[in-house]
């Protein structure tokens, strides 16, 4: 969905991420219309009082969501759920089957990332969960890939200030805090770790061309290997993103992250730094349809 500093989405959506580093916007965190480097949000509040290290490995996740918020909280990002937007009801609410509803969700992609989504509820669930999967990824680090990741998931008319955002947000001092190198690289013998994993989806508000979802979801982030000093770790967080019907797709207008809910930790062993790696390298992610 930042770094720091972007990771709390700054707003009125409660629990924003504001200390990590890491937050769903690729490391940033912030509450409301902030990005994953000062928004964060993931990040990716109540926190415990953590190590120097947790507050960095916890920020992973909200890169994306900072640099969201922030483009928010300048452009006042409240136009998308307009007056044609209708706040669901109970039945709307709640969990929903993930049986297939007999629309394709999935059209096509744009590089790496699927579009072509359906001009529906469940399109747009499947939209917002896949865009979740691309801004927490580790390209969201490379200013290249992070810009086509953003172009590609995002409405137009925010693309330009995003980029500038998340430009300040993933700066040397955050990378280097990260355990990368200056240009974002990943050091020799290391693997560096990213990953935003959905658990769920559901529509809190939904227009003819426009929608609100909500993405609960895990995060990975961390550096894997022998020396590492920033293990892997996990955290758990939702994004908000309300979406725009753009150009024949669903895109993010603007989108916001809070801690959690987060579960009890389990009593499964810790895998070593060359487990983790060996497993990041092995298993590929997934295109998500509702």
């Known amino acids: 969905m930042s770094q720091g500093d972007e990771r709390g989405y700054g707003g009125s959506e409660p629990g924003g991420r504001t200390d990590d580093a890491y937050s769903t916007l690729g490391g940033t965190r912030q509450t409301r219309t902030r990005l994953p480097g000062g928004d964060d949000g993931d990040g990716h509040g109540r926190r415990p009082a953590r190590s120097s290290r947790s507050l960095i490995m916890a920020v992973g996740v909200v890169v994306l969501l900072i640099a969201a918020i922030a483009f928010a909280n300048q452009g006042g990002g409240g136009g998308s759920d307009g007056g044609s937007a209708k706040k669901s009801d109970g039945a709307g609410a709640g969990a929903g089957p993930t049986a297939a509803t007999g629309t394709k969700p999935v059209q096509g992609k744009n590089g790496t990332i699927a579009s072509g989504f359906a001009h529906d509820e469940q399109g747009a669930q499947s939209a917002a969960a896949n865009y979740a999967v691309a801004l927490g990824s580790a390209d969201m680090f490379d200013k290249t890939k992070r810009d086509g990741i953003l172009e590609a998931t995002h409405d137009p008319a925010v693309v330009a200030a995003l980029k500038a955002d998340t430009g300040k947000a993933y700066s040397a001092g955050f990378l280097t805090n990260v355990g990368l190198n200056e240009d974002g690289s990943t050091p020799s013998g290391l693997t560096f770790v990213s990953r935003t994993i959905p658990a769920g989806t559901r529509t ?87």
């Open 204 to 290: 809190t508000a939904q227009g003819e061309d426009t929608a609100t979802v909500e993405v609960w979801c895990t995060g990975l982030v961390g550096m894997a290997g022998q020396g590492s000093t920033k293990p892997v770790s996990a955290s758990w967080f939702t994004i908000t993103e309300k979406l725009k019907w753009v150009a024949g797709d669903w895109k993010i207008e603007s989108s916001s992250q809070a801690e959690g809910p987060t579960p009890v930790n389990g009593d499964n062993r810790a895998s070593t730094a060359d487990e983790i790696a060996g497993a990041v390298e092995g298993y590929g992610g997934f295109t998500y349809a509702r």
